[in-house]
């Protein structure tokens, strides 16, 4: 009797490892680095805006990746300063399931034109020409970035400038993604 009682206590305590794996699964990393916050506030607000070659792109279409959306303004003094980063990120991150998508907020397209072109930077960048993409989704500051999971789920948020091509932060994005 105790051998079959050590028998179900053995496959009781398999079976509880295993649930809780399965259970976490979807879950990476409870603790992202510094700078990003856990904002797990439910459903993505959709849009459709213009990129800088006057395609539309229409943000649920994304659905089945990781994205990476980003909101900037070229007199942004930390926007200008991780652009490169956010590119080397890119580069570093360009055969994962991570689709980086940057919103500049309410400037002209001359602006923006010129600011990328002196910044050398190879980005999907999006135009909210009035700024109203950029009020729905109301950033708390600029630069402001929010991970969006597969589902369509915001997830994290990340407020104020920071070195994306630092191995946390590509780390983090890394176990995201996978």
């Given amino acids: ?15 509880t490892i295993l649930f809780s794996t399965l259970v976490n699964a979807d879950s990476v990393n409870t ?7 856990n904002y797990d506030i439910g459903n993505a607000p959709d ?17 089945g990746h990781w994205i990476f ?7 942004c003094g930390p926007c200008r300063e991780e652009m490169p980063t956010i590119q080397k990120l890119a580069d570093i991150l360009q055969k994962e399931n991570l689709k980086i998508i940057m919103v500049n907020t309410a ?4 602006t923006i034109f010129e600011f990328l072109a002196a910044i050398d930077v190879d980005l999907t960048n ?35 400038g920071r070195e994306w091509d630092k191995p946390e932060y590509i780390k983090f994005l890394k176990q995201l993604v996978r």
């Fill in 47 to 63: 849009f459709t805006l213009l990129d800088i070659d006057d395609k539309a792109f229409t943000l649920s279409e994304t659905r």
């Fill in 69 to 75: 959306l980003h909101f900037w303004a070229s007199w």
């Fill in 107 to 110: 400037e002209d397209e001359d």
């Fill in 1 to 15: 009797m105790s051998a079959l009682f050590n028998a179900m206590k053995q496959l009781l305590f398999v079976m």
């Fill in 31 to 37: 603790n992202p680095p510094f700078g990003i916050r």
């Fill in 126 to 160: 999006l135009m909210d020409a009035d700024g109203l993409v950029t009020e729905t989704w109301k950033p708390r500051g600029l630069p402001t970035t929010f991970l969006i999971n597969p589902k369509g789920e915001i997830k994290y948020q990340a407020i104020g």
